[in-house]
C-alpha cells in the first residue's frame, strides 16, 4: 500500500513537470503564427520555438523566471499566481494543465502499467492536451502537431505485428487497420459537420477537427475515431445547451469542437468503452483498473 502512494505521488509528479513542458508548447507554437480569439493571449512580435528561449519568461514583462519559479503548482501557489517581477497575473491554465498532467500520468499508469504501450499512450495523451489549449486559445488545430502524429499512427500500424506483446491496444494491430482508420474516421466527421450545419446554420467544425480525427483513426483504429467524434459530439451538446440555457450564448460559439473530441479520444485510451460495455451488459469484465489492483 505504502509502495503504491509513493508511486503515485512519484508519477503525478513527472506528470506536473511534463505538464509545465505541454503549457510552454501550447503557448509557443502558435504564438506569431495566428490571430488569438480572446484577448487572454498577449500577442508577442516574435515567434517562439519549444526550446527557444530555452527558459520561461512572463509573458507581461518578458523577465526569465527563476529556477524555483519552475517548479510545477508549487511555484503558482507560493506567488499566489502573480509573476514574481511585476506582479502581473500568471494565467490560472498554467497551474491547471500541469494538475491535469499529472493526474492523467497516474491514470495512464493504472491503467497500462510500466509498459510500452503505456508509454507511447501518454505521449499521444500529452499531443491531445496541447492540441486542447491552442484550439481554445486560436480555433487552430496546428498541422505541425497533427501531420507528424498521423505519421507516427501509421508507423505504429506499419510496426505492429513485429512490436505486437509491447505495444497492445488500444494501438491498431495491422498496417490495414490504421489505413481504414486514417481514411474512415474523418469521413465520419464530415457527416457530423453536415448534421451541425444543417441544425445550427453554421459551420461548427474545421478542417483541423478532422485532422485531429485522422490522428485517431491511424493510431487507435475505426473503433476510437468513431467513439470521439460520438462522445466528443455529445459533450459538445451538453456543454452548448448548457451555456445556451444559461443565455451565454457568446461563451459557446467561442468553444471550438477541438477540446471535446480531445477529452473523448484520451477517454478512449484510457479505456472508457470498457466502462460503457459494463454498464450496458455486467457479464463482461472491466478492463479499467484491473490490469494494477488485481
Ligand atoms: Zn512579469
Known amino acids: 500500500m505504502e509502495m503504491i502512494l509513493i508511486l503515485t505521488v512519484l508519477l503525478f509528479t513527472l506528470g506536473a513537470i511534463i505538464g ?10 502558435p504564438m506569431g503564427k495566428y490571430e488569438p480569439i480572446h484577448e487572454g493571449v498577449k500577442e508577442l512580435n516574435r515567434t517562439l520555438s519549444i526550446v527557444s528561449p530555452s527558459r520561461s519568461f512572463c509573458p507581461q514583462c518578458e523577465k526569465t523566471l527563476l529556477w524555483w519559479h519552475n517548479i510545477p503548482i508549487f511555484s503558482w501557489i507560493v506567488l499566489r499566481g502573480r509573476c514574481a517581477h511585476c506582479g502581473a497575473n500568471i494565467p490560472f491554465r498554467y497551474m491547471f494543465i500541469e494538475l491535469l498532467t499529472g493526474i492523467v500520468c497516474v491514470l495512464t499508469f493504472l491503467r497500462f502499467g510500466p509498459s510500452l504501450t503505456g508509454l507511447v499512450a501518454f505521449a499521444f495523451i500529452a499531443i491531445f492536451i496541447v492540441i486542447t489549449f491552442i484550439d481554445l486559445d486560436y480555433m487552430i488545430i496546428p498541422d505541425v502537431i497533427t501531420y507528424p ?3 507516427v499512427g501509421l508507423l505504429i500500424g506499419l510496426v505492429s505485428r513485429p512490436l505486437r506483446p509491447f505495444l497492445d491496444r488500444p494501438f491498431v494491430a495491422s498496417p490495414m487497420e490504421s ?17 451541425y450545419f444543417k441544425i445550427r446554420k453554421r ?5 483541423g477537427d478532422v485532422k485531429l480525427l485522422a490522428v485517431c483513426g491511424a493510431t487507435f483504429g475505426l473503433e476510437c475515431a468513431w467513439f470521439t467524434i460520438f462522445i466528443g459530439s455529445v459533450l459538445g451538446s451538453i456543454i452548448g445547451i448548457s451555456l445556451l440555457l444559461c443565455r451565454r450564448n457568446a461563451l459557446s460559439s467561442y468553444i471550438p469542437f477541438g477540446p471535446y473530441l480531445a477529452v473523448a479520444a484520451v477517454a478512449y485510451i484510457l479505456g472508457a468503452p470498457s466502462i460503457f460495455e459494463h454498464y450496458l451488459n455486467p457479464s463482461t ?8 489492483y488485481s
Open 203 to 207: 459551420e461548427g467544425l474545421g478542417l
Open 285 to 292: 469484465p472491466t478492463t479499467w483498473w484491473i490490469a494494477t
Open 179 to 195: 489505413v481504414m482508420g486514417l481514411l474512415m474516421g474523418p469521413g465520419l466527421l464530415i457527416a457530423v459537420w453536415w448534421l
Open 149 to 151: 502524429a498521423t505519421f
Open 20 to 29: 509545465s513542458f505541454l503549457a510552454v508548447c501550447a503557448y509557443r507554437i
